[in-house]
């Protein structure tokens, strides 16, 4: 009888791991990594996250319709039609970029870019600025969290500049992704692509539970045939 139990015992295992799923796909264990940290050349900025962002606004004038005001603007506010005395300089002499780490990695395996693009945040990153190159030196000065080119901080001068950075996290990517063809990829119910029906067949039929409660059922149902069917030839 050891026999009979020892293989009863196997089946109840296979039909508990086909009947979950989540237990019989590869799930993250470690943190992403990235093969090379994202980089801002021009400023010496370096994040050892997923990404880099850089934010550059001009101090500059805007029409209120009642008015005329100083703003900080991430975009050139055209000025020709301005009373004068309230010029703006016709472009920033700065670009804002984005720069995202080349490939990223879990468990050593590649993540899917999608994954980082949809749970991906932007955070409010303070670099440290011990590499910045010697022109742009001269040129700004820490302010708040970033950089300013104002001689007073306190009272910017239209073209005046101020540069921001932030980062890109990731949160923790168990039972978010789950790996596919050895890429970490999004997990159904994080991704916004459905996936098209069966037609006449209800969705609660497609999805892995379910198919998972069948297959499970099968390897069992066959198990115990096949232990009943080796009982029997002993007793003959």
């Known amino acids: 009888m050891n026999r009979f139990a020892w293989l009863l015992w196997v089946s109840l295992s296979g039909f508990a791991l086909s009947a979950d799923p989540a237990m019989a796909q590869t799930v993250p264990v470690g943190h992403p990594q990235v093969d090379k940290p994202p980089r801002d050349a021009e400023f010496g900025v370096v994040s050892r996250r997923f990404g ?54 879990l468990d ?56 921001t950075w932030r980062e890109l996290d990731l949160p923790a990517l168990e039972g978010r992704v789950e790996l596919q063809g050895g890429v970490w990829k999004l997990q159904p119910q994080f991704s916004d692509q459905v996936a098209p029906q069966a037609a006449g067949v209800p969705a609660s039929w497609l999805d892995k539970r379910t198919l998972g409660w069948l297959i499970g059922a099968g390897v069992f149902l066959l198990a115990i045939l096949v232990i009943v069917i080796l009982m029997r030839g002993r007793h003959r």
Do not use: C
């Open 52 to 105: 880099l962002e850089r934010r550059v606004e001009m101090y500059q004038w805007r029409d209120t319709g009642h008015g005329y005001e100083k703003v900080w603007s991430a975009v050139p506010i055209a000025s020709a039609l301005f009373a004068p005395g309230h010029m703006n300089p016709a472009v920033l002499p700065l670009a804002s970029r984005r720069i995202l780490a080349n490939r990223v990695t």
């Open 108 to 163: 050593g395996q590649p993540v899917d870019p999608e994954v980082v693009a949809h749970l991906g945040e932007w955070r409010t990153f303070r670099p440290n600025f011990s590499a910045l190159p010697g022109n742009l030196s001269a040129t700004f000065q820490p302010e708040g969290d970033g950089l300013g080119s104002a001689e007073n901080p306190l009272d910017p001068q239209i073209g005046d500049l101020r540069v």
